[in-house]
């Protein structure tokens, strides 16, 4: 049994290579929900989607978001009606969005109707939300604080970076399926898929029976840097961490995944490649994932560092 930590993009290329070589059973996603939020009445659940469409194979490789084959007649109309045209909401993907939306009013658990989108998109592995209550993550930039999507999304991550908020995180519940599976004797492993460690994987950490839970887990644990070399593959991560005075690279996640993580896969140009920081071991492979066999490749690797390691935290 095996725990995968995600957020979008990065955290969903892994998770698709964990499913591929993991039967259902054996495997519990857990996505950050820091970046859901409410617009034009429809709750919005960014990471949550993405790893479902990926696990799916509906997702649109080329734009990197989203379902493929989508079309924007609702978008065209919402711009010409005066509406927000700032965060893009395909026709095939409204239908989520609105039924998601409906059910959440109806009082239903996001877990539950996460689960049951998967099923009908034809994911047979779990995918959980990181909690049922609300937690929105908050950037605070050199121009004041900015709910993510507005800084994300609309300003494109280009205000300065000075920190994050979680607002909702303290009093969240974690996710039951998530606390079960890390208490679970059966647990070989957590990995912490190559996400955004400010963005996406720290929303998760901010719930304090998560962080708690991993801490006091018997499985060991690993991180797959997102960064390689200097940069990250996509989006802000070495962005914002420059902005906080930090060297972007897999030693930047010591910190964050202090008490957590026992090993860090890193990448073959990374300068931490081979050291030991902490207590944590680096060790680098190829970790940037080309294909579904680049997907399968590092998570086999992540999989067999992780049960290589003695839990040392
Ligand atoms: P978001 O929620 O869509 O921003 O996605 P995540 O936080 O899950 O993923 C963003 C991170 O994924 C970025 O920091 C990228 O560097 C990383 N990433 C994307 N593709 C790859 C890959 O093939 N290999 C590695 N190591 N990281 C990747
Ligand atoms: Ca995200």
């Known amino acids: 049994m095996i725990v995968a930590l995600a957020g979008g993009v990065g955290g969903a290329r892994l998770a698709n290579g964990l499913a591929a070589v993991l039967p259902p059973e054996q495997l519990l996603i857990a ?8 617009h034009m009445s429809l709750t919005i659940c960014p990471d949550i989607d ?8 509906l997702n649109d490789r080329a734009r990197g978001w989203g379902v493929k084959d989508e079309t924007w007649s609702f978008m065209d109309s919402v711009k010409k009606l005066g509406g927000p045209d700032w965060f893009a909401l395909g026709d095939r993907d409204l239908a989520k969005h609105v039924l998601r939306t409906e059910r959440l009013q109806q009082g239903e658990s996001l877990s539950a109707i996460t689960l049951d ?3 009908a998109c034809g994911v047979a592995h779990p995918i959980v939300p990181m909690s049922d209550d609300a937690v929105r993550s908050i950037v605070i930039t050199d121009e004041g604080e900015m709910a993510f999507q507005n800084y994300f999304v609309r300003r494109r991550c280009e205000p300065v970076f000075r920190g994050i908020r979680f607002e909702g995180a303290d009093i969240a519940r974690p996710s039951p399926a998530l606390i079960a599976a890390l208490a679970d004797p059966q647990l070989e492993a957590v990995i912490i898929c190559p ?4 963005l996406s994987i720290g929303p998760i950490l901010a719930i304090p029976a998560i962080a708690k839970a991993l801490c006091d887990c018997a499985a060991p644990c690993v991180a797959v840097s997102p960064f390689i070399g200097e940069e990250a593959v996509k989006g802000p991560a070495a962005k914002i961490m420059r902005e906080l005075g930090i060297e972007p690279g897999a030693a930047a996640l010591v910190s964050p995944y202090a008490g957590i993580v026992d090993g860090i896969l890193c990448d073959l140009d990374d300068p931490a ?3 030991t920081i902490d207590g944590v071991k680096m060790v680098a492979t190829d970790t940037f ?3 579904d066999a680049g997907q399968q490749r590092l998570a086999r690797e992540s ?6 390691l003695q839990r040392t935290v």
């Open 303 to 308: 999989i067999d560092f992780a049960v290589s």
């Open 50 to 57: 993405t790893v479902t469409y990926t696990l799916a194979g």
């Open 31 to 38: 996505v950050n929900t820091g970046d859901d939020f409410e």
């Open 195 to 198: 996400s955004n460690p400010v």
């Open 273 to 275: 490649a081979g050291m």
């Open 117 to 119: 989108i998967a099923r």
């Open 289 to 291: 994932m080309r294909d």
